[in-house]
């Protein structure tokens, strides 16, 4: 799903600079960027158009560096469904809130949104909070690493847009979309029940079992006696004794190695979270 959006966004690129060489910039963003006066027409599509266009080269290049690395890591959490529920979810919610805030405050907000960002902040956000100590590099400038926990990065990304969000202009980016992806990733997250998941998949390596010893936790899966079924355990301990061994394989080869019973241990689990 990551690669789909990706060749979507480049496509849609494309279409966009044709199209606004033929009928006009601004006839193309009347039609297809965010705006309230867009919205007020009734012309809800663009709620879901302004996610898959950009304002030029550098912007498109960000969002599908941002798309490509953190829509990996979730669309492995949530499978490509979910991830792609999230992503669509985070950018409208986060473009209704930009236009609210364009309804309260017609001056102080610019119209004509375009980008995917807001979407790209909700995988941000929910990579985040599932696992706030994993390690993340990002390339300042392209050029200069700087790497950081990701919990440090969702919390300087959600400052610098409550920080945009009182400066006059805001600085000619939709700050308040960002803001309203970021929220609706973390509560996706949580209500899902994948959170717990989440962290036990991006644990450190040195926390992790060696791989050998995934024979024998699936030789004891396999051997275990009458009794207590897995469905009869308790989350924690579900988790520990069904999952877990799961996650490490999924570590080792690959989420493309899991067997059909082993994806459906997972989505038992993630039910188990979910009702906790």
Request: proline share 4%; net charge positive; charged share 15%.
């Amino acid at each position: 799903m990551t690669t789909i959006l990706l060749v979507s966004l480049v496509v849609c690129f494309v279409a966009q600079m044709i199209l606004e060489s033929t009928m006009g910039k601004e006839a193309f963003d009347n039609l297809f960027a965010l705006s309230l006066q867009g919205i007020e027409r009734g012309w809800c599509w663009q709620l879901i158009t302004f996610q898959f266009l950009h304002a030029n080269f550098l912007h498109i290049l960000g969002n599908m560096i941002g798309l490509y690395f953190f829509g990996r890591a979730v669309e492995e959490m949530l499978g490509p469904k979910g991830m792609l529920q999230l992503y669509l979810l985070s950018g409208t919610i986060g473009g209704l809130c930009h236009i609210a805030l364009c309804l309260a405050f017609p001056t102080h907000f610019y119209q004509g949104v375009v980008g995917a960002s807001a979407g790209v902040f909700g995988l941000i956000a929910a990579f985040a909070i599932s696992a706030p100590e994993q390690p993340i590099t990002m390339l300042v400038y392209f050029f200069f690493p700087l790497t950081f926990k990701a919990k440090w990065f969702l919390i300087g990304a959600a400052v610098l847009a409550v920080g945009g969000l009182i400066m006059p202009g805001a600085g000619g980016v939709a700050h308040g979309a960002h803001l309203g992806g970021m929220l609706t990733g973390i509560v996706f997250i949580k209500w899902s029940g994948w959170m717990g998941l989440a962290g036990a998949m991006w644990r450190p390596a040195a926390r992790r079992r060696p791989a050998r010893e995934l024979v024998g936790a699936s030789a004891r899966r396999a051997s275990r006696g009458p009794g207590r079924t897995a469905e009869d355990l308790p989350p924690a301990e579900y988790i520990s004794r069904e999952v877990d061994p799961i996650l490490e394989k999924i570590s080792a080869h690959g989420i493309q190695s899991l067997t059909d019973r082993e994806r459906q241990v997972l989505e038992a689990a993630r039910t188990k979270m979910a009702r906790r």
